[in-house]
């Protein structure tokens, strides 16, 4: 085989992005039951004491939103260590791999950075923050070729 570490860390990045997948999924359904249950408070703020059943609805809406979301976020913790580990894994075999590892950092980074930056200026570092994963794509995308990422390709006849 060719590229045998990159094998390995290509099936763990294909098995993360799958995990993220199914954490969207999870995260989705929880936001869903966080709106249904707030909807159930609403209703129930009107009133002046809470059946059986209401009290019930509330606690139990909130009980699977906290699940999903919980499930979600660990899920999507498991998926980012496992691609950390499939690029690590890989970038023993090709350059571009190598790159990618250190732009997933410099995301990670931006991403955390413009969390805490209100107004435009966090807008700005979460769109370079965009750039860096855009920049790992590309690395991942450009893999065994011996060209650079931004060289001009020949068409083939």
């Known amino acids: 085989m060719r590229f045998p570490n990159a094998y390995q860390g290509v099936k763990k990045l294909f098995t993360s992005e799958i995990l993220n997948i199914i954490a969207g999924f999870l995260l989705f359904i929880g936001a869903i039951a966080a709106v249904i249950a707030g909807a159930g408070v609403a209703s129930a703020a009107n009133q002046d004491a809470l059946t059986g059943t209401q009290t019930a609805a509330i606690l139990g809406g ?16 498991i998926a980012y260590i496992m691609m950390i ?17 250190i732009f997933v950092f410099v995301s990670l980074g931006l991403s955390v950075l413009s969390s805490f930056i209100p107004g435009t200026f966090g807008q700005i570092v979460g769109s370079l923050s965009f750039s860096a994963r855009n920049t790992v794509c590309n690395n991942i995308y450009h893999f065994g070729n011996p060209q650079p990422c931004n060289a001009a390709r020949k068409p083939s006849s």
């Open 62 to 77: 909130g009980a699977i939103t906290a699940v999903f979301m919980v499930g979600g976020f660990v899920i999507s913790i």
């Open 85 to 101: 580990v499939g690029l690590n894994n890989a970038r023993k075999d090709d350059s571009n791999f190598n790159n990618a590892f």
